[in-house]
């Protein structure tokens, strides 16, 4: 086990209280679940990564960029998170994933509800509002300075 159980068990406390549907892999040593969003992605899976001293907080979507669109999606994501005070989208280049990533540092800790529920929602909530966006520039409907100009007009 090269996990913290404490990290792990104040994690499921959280998702037990908000009822969430969760699972532990015990063979990966991480949390997988997912939480519905209110645009065209629909949902998002979030994957909790726990290891002694920090967690990782990764939410996924279901889809992965063309190769042809990555350069621009790249472009966005970078406008997007110019800024960012807590978290990250970032994209893999050689198959199109992308994600947000938050990561918790617990060393000598353990992290309370309202930082475990930050670390979970935030990057839900970060897909919930450019996850429209996300979809324009990835199948070539808007340029990144469009996709990110729509986002702008939001708030």
Not at 107 to 113: A, F, T, V, Y
Request: aromatic fraction near 10%; charged fraction near 30%.
């Amino acid at each position: 086990m090269a996990y913290s159980l404490a990290i792990k068990e104040a994690i499921e406390q959280y998702l037990t209280n908000d009822e969430w549907n969760y699972e532990f892999d015990e063979e990966r040593e991480f949390i997988r679940c997912g939480i519905n969003l209110r645009n065209r992605l629909k949902e998002c899976r979030i994957i909790v990564d726990i290891d002694e001293t920090k967690y990782l907080s990764l939410a996924l979507i279901n889809l992965n960029c063309d190769e042809e669109h990555r350069a621009e999606l790249s472009k966005f994501l970078t406008m997007v998170n110019y800024g960012l005070l807590i978290g990250n989208f970032e994209m893999d280049f050689n198959d199109g994933e992308v994600r947000y990533k938050i990561a918790t540092n617990c060393k000598d800790c353990i992290p309370s509800q309202a930082v475990i529920e930050d670390s979970l929602m935030i990057p839900a909530v970060m897909f919930e509002q450019f996850g429209d966006a996300i979809l324009d520039v990835m199948f070539g409907v808007k340029s990144a300075e469009e996709a990110y100009e729509s986002t702008q007009d939001d708030e």
